[in-house]
């Protein structure tokens, strides 16, 4: 039976670890850190785990919740229909079948226009017309500017949308990407519209379930050891790892961070193009502040805008521990060259408008994932989880699907699709 290794022990590498365990491959995962999780990742804060950043996931992460669900850890999660809400808007979906629950609720959202909402309706149509594919891709504004979508309506929805989704900038945005997910979020069946929020960090979600699944069945699970180098030998590939530690598998998938790919892959001439492709690509940042009060925040919604456009989100993380806040800003922005201190009372006076008077602040800290996710840019080249080498493949949130309406940005489900994509491949080929 096959050796297969995975490298890289981010959402992506357990995917593809748990599919093949499942189907009985003796799998050995190399993570490079003294945890797993990658960009999603669990964090230690004043005797609280908290995460590296926030992760919303919506009804339509099939693949996600599949994963969660072979590992026992779907229950962490709490669905609810979606709201969206930021000053001077909200727009909440009723408990209908699809399309009647988003024509109405976008009929009855507060703080739009009647022409907002009928250019809205009309922009959706149009896309679902065509089947959400563009004739060629471009920025996601000239998408939204060519539908004729007012300011207002951008400012309050679309951009709010796109920016979470693909964190890229509306002007930098793929809007082909901003289309797929636009179709799988609301476009499709109710339940998909659907917010999950965790109830829990992440780490509990997949990453500490994964290890203890794969290692109950046999696989080995190798944490701080840092694959160094990949060689084809024979028909096999050799690993090397740690200090001085050398292995032989049959298959390998590789699911690192595509940062390291262009030095990993330099003994393998056959994966060019690869290199050459991962090496073009530019990165966005995710700045998240966590705030601990003396006291529990009132919260309307699990989660609210406080400003409109590429404006910071506020997420109640009472499940952690009571008056726990996570208030975050996806993509590049100004915001990034304000002193930490500066952003603290922003975000705290933007708090006290949507929150009302705010306990006091015990506790903060800011973290910024400064490659948080690749940006999703129109036309990107990205490789796709095949390679020209028999027994190797690629895994991870970068990788493109074989169509463009098949393209999903850097999400949790990004990741967890192309892991079980990549497994499927190998156990197709074995």
């Known amino acids: 039976m096959k050796r297969i290794a995975v490298v890289g022990g981010g959402w992506a590498g357990l995917a593809a670890a748990v599919r093949l365990a499942e189907a009985g491959r003796p799998v050995t995962l190399f993570e490079a850190a003294r945890q797993l999780g990658g960009r999603a990742r669990r964090v230690d804060w004043q005797g609280l785990a908290i995460d590296n950043g926030q992760h919303l996931m919506i009804g339509a992460y099939r693949e ?30 009723p ?13 009855m959202a507060e703080g739009l226009s009647l022409k907002d909402k009928l250019a809205a309706a009309g922009f959706m149509q ?61 476009a499709r069946s109710r339940a998909d519209s659907d917010l999950l929020y965790q109830r829990a960090h992440l780490g509990r979600l997949v990453p500490e379930a994964a290890r203890g699944w794969l290692e109950a069945r046999g696989c080995r699970v190798r944490l701080s050891s840092r694959v160094g180098g990949i060689e084809r030998i024979g028909k096999n590939y050799r690993m090397s790892f740690g200090e001085g530690g050398e292995e032989d598998f049959d298959a390998v998938v590789l699911a690192i961070h595509p940062v390291r790919l262009p030095d990993l892959l330099g003994q393998l001439p056959q994966l060019a193009a690869v290199r050459e492709q991962v090496s073009a690509f530019g990165w966005q940042p995710i700045l998240t502040s966590w705030m601990r009060f003396a006291a529990p925040l009132s919260f309307p919604l699990p989660m609210l805008g406080l400003a409109p456009g590429q404006g910071p989100w506020v997420f109640d993380r009472g499940d952690v521990a009571p008056g726990l806040a996570a208030v975050v800003i996806s993509a590049e922005g100004p915001h990034l060259h304000r002193p930490p201190e500066t952003l603290r009372e922003e975000f705290l006076d933007l708090m006290g408008r949507a929150l009302g008077p705010l306990p006091e602040l015990q506790a903060w800290k ?65």
């Not at 408990?95 to 009929?107: D, K, R, S, V």
């Not at 493949?393 to 074989?402: F, I, Q, R």
């Not at 940005?409 to 699709?417: D, F, K, Q, S």
């Open 95 to 107: 408990q209908l079948p699809a399309p009647l629950n988003l024509i109405i609720g976008q009929l």
């Open 366 to 430: 800011t973290i910024v994932e400064k490659r948080a996710t690749f940006a999703c840019t129109p036309g990107l080249s990205r490789p796709g989880n095949r390679t020209p080498l028999p027994g190797l493949v690629l895994a991870g949130d970068y990788t493109g699907g074989d169509f463009p309406t098949e393209d999903y940005p850097a999400t949790l489900e990004g990741a967890v699709r192309s892991g079980v994509k990549s497994a499927r491949l190998l156990l197709e080929s074995s």
């Open 126 to 186: 149009a896309l679902k017309r065509n089947g959400f594919l563009l004739p060629a891709d471009g920025p996601a504004d000239e998408l939204l500017a060519r539908h004729r979508q007012p300011p207002e309506l951008v400012a309050k929805l679309w951009e709010p949308i796109c920016v979470a989704a693909l964190n890229t900038p509306l002007r930098l945005a793929s809007a082909q990407v901003f289309c797929n997910v636009l179709r799988d979020s609301l």
């Open 64 to 93: 996600t919740l599949a994963l969660m669900r072979t590992l026992g850890t779907d229950s962490l999660l709490a669905r609810r229909p979606l709201e969206l809400s930021v000053p001077d808007f909200r727009l909440s979906l």
